[in-house]
């Protein structure tokens, strides 16, 4: 089937923290297949194109909306009424805060255990009960304020206690085992990647992650069907256990990378996927 020319927008930032390593081969491959592609940024108001005047924006590395969440959302909103955002605003909206992690645990998805502390909250973080805890922004992303304690440091408190001034924070075990990242597009589980731990300020550590069996497809399948989104692209990352069982650390559904210079057939199944997108 004949496959119109189309404008196409790699959504990211004005000024980018560390190269998007997923946009030269989505840049080639949308260009091979006929179409014109440019990247944009969400958070530049200077004159140019505007995000309307794309057939399909899509949300790559808007890596720092969480500095900004409501602004965020303010400008995925607006763009979604004037060209189709991939991935649509409903899926931001139930992205963007990490409680989602709670809800999926609650629908049966083994996920690494979570406590949400409100805005202007306290936790006791001893009666947890975990040795080693980790505490994050519940908005965030690439590990910002991201950071690794024992749970009788008295600096997990201070730490806990300022971040939650004002946002919301989540406490976690630190759990030390092998964290496996698996791209999800249109569908299927394509690739997935090793990933080193990353807090405040690291930089991520990556390799390939050659064989994926039934265990991880049929796992990346339940988590998604207990999510209930309406997406082209996902990342589900999970930790692998030392008895070879899988838990649930992160479902990204906005920016997440995905690695596509490990998989170019998943670069162009995305291409494909998005050609379907509009008539």
């Known amino acids: ?39 944009i940024a969400w958070d530049d108001e200077r004159p140019g194109d505007a995000p309307e005047s794309f057939d399909v924006c899509l949300l790559r590395a808007t890596w720092n909306y969480y500095l900004q969440p409501e602004t965020f959302l303010r400008w995925v909103e607006r763009t979604s009424r004037g060209s189709t955002l991939v991935n649509g605003p409903e899926v931001v909206r139930w992205n963007m805060h990490k409680r989602y992690l709670i809800e999926l645990a609650a629908s049966g998805i083994p996920t690494i255990p979570t406590v949400c502390i409100e805005r202007g909250g306290k936790a006791d973080l001893q009666r947890l009960g975990w040795s080693n805890i980790v505490i994050k922004p519940a908005i965030s992303a690439a590990s910002w ?40 597009i249109d569908g299927q589980l394509t690739h997935a990647v090793e990933k080193a731990p990353r807090f405040h300020g690291a930089d991520e550590r990556v390799t390939p992650r050659p064989n994926l069996d039934d265990r991880h497809r049929d796992f990346a399948q339940n988590v998604m069907a207990a999510a209930r989104q309406d997406v082209l692209y996902a990342r589900i990352d999970v930790i692998e256990l030392k008895d070879g069982s899988l838990m649930l650390s992160e479902l990204e559904m906005i920016e997440p990378s995905l690695y596509f210079h490990y998989c170019d057939d998943a670069s162009r199944r995305f291409v494909e996927a998005v050609e379907q997108l509009v008539p």
């Open 1 to 39: 089937m004949l496959v119109s020319s189309m404008r196409i927008a790699l959504v990211g930032m004005k000024t980018l923290p560390e190269p998007d390593p997923d946009e030269a081969p989505l840049l080639r491959d949308f260009r091979e297949a006929g179409h014109e592609a440019q990247v």
């Open 145 to 184: 304020q991201t950071r690794r304690f024992d749970a009788d440091d008295t600096g997990a408190g201070s730490f806990l206690q300022k971040l939650a001034q004002d946002r919301d924070v989540l406490v976690q075990p630190f759990i030390q085992d092998g964290e496996l990242a698996m791209v999800w």
